[in-house]
């Protein structure tokens, strides 16, 4: 089982930043992906970005120009970048990995955008 430590969540104004870490227990050299799922009270759990080890991202529709994952293969851990937060993007963030299809989950980290 891999670890997943997240951190950076908290509260911003609408407009705002904030930049979210993840940090594996173990290499992600061979993951098949890792990245970041969100879920809103009340909502389904939603893909929100997502890396392969080589740098190849994708992003959810209403998030794209906004937001930007990066991962530090060194390092053992993968970034979300968000910039120009919106109400909307008020969730709890989680961080998951997929190695060969086993995925493991983070415990979550809120945020919250709000003026």
């Known amino acids: 089982q891999v670890q997943l430590v997240e951190s950076g969540g908290g509260l911003v104004q609408p407009g705002g930043s904030l930049r979210l870490s993840c940090a594996a227990s173990r290499s992600i050299f061979s993951i098949n992906f890792m990245g970041w799922y969100r879920q809103a009270a009340g909502k389904e759990r939603e893909l929100v970005a997502r890396?392969?080890?080589?740098?190849?991202?994708d992003y959810a529709d209403s998030v794209k120009d906004r937001f930007t994952i990066s991962n530090d293969n060194a390092a053992n851990t993968v970034y979300l970048q968000t910039n120009s937060l919106k109400p909307e993007d008020t969730a709890v963030y989680y961080c998951?990995?997929?190695?060969?299809?086993?995925?493991?989950w983070g415990q979550g980290t809120q945020v919250t955008v709000s003026s």
């Open positions: 998951y990995s997929d190695y060969g299809g086993r995925v493991d």
């Open positions: 890396v392969t080890s080589g740098g190849t991202s």
